[in-house]
């Protein structure tokens, strides 16, 4: 009967490491897939940088100068009324 308890307690430790070897091989693989899916997004990032369409960098760039306009009438409107407020108490 221990023989038997013996024998059977080595198949569970010897299936239980080819597991745990295959689990682990499991996970290499994932990172192999996932390093292989980041080296083509990476490549694929810097030919589009370098051949893609350059009117993108246009459209970014024009967008600053209309901020900058909008905060100037936002400031010339804010000073008219500021005048129109002083020359209203003033007339007082």
Known sequence: M???KIILIG????FLAFSGMWLVG?????L???FWLFV???????????FGPKG???VE????ENK???????LDEYKRKLEAQLRKNSER
């Open 68 to 74: 900058l306009q909008n905060t100037e009438l936002t």
């Open 40 to 50: 083509i997004g990476l490549a694929a990032m810097t030919l589009w940088k370098m």
């Open 26 to 30: 499991v996970a290499i693989g994932l």
């Open 2 to 4: 221990n023989f038997l």
């Open 32 to 34: 192999k897939s996932l």
């Open 11 to 14: 198949i569970l430790v010897v």
């Open 61 to 64: 760039d024009a967008e600053p």
């Open 56 to 58: 993108a960098k246009q």
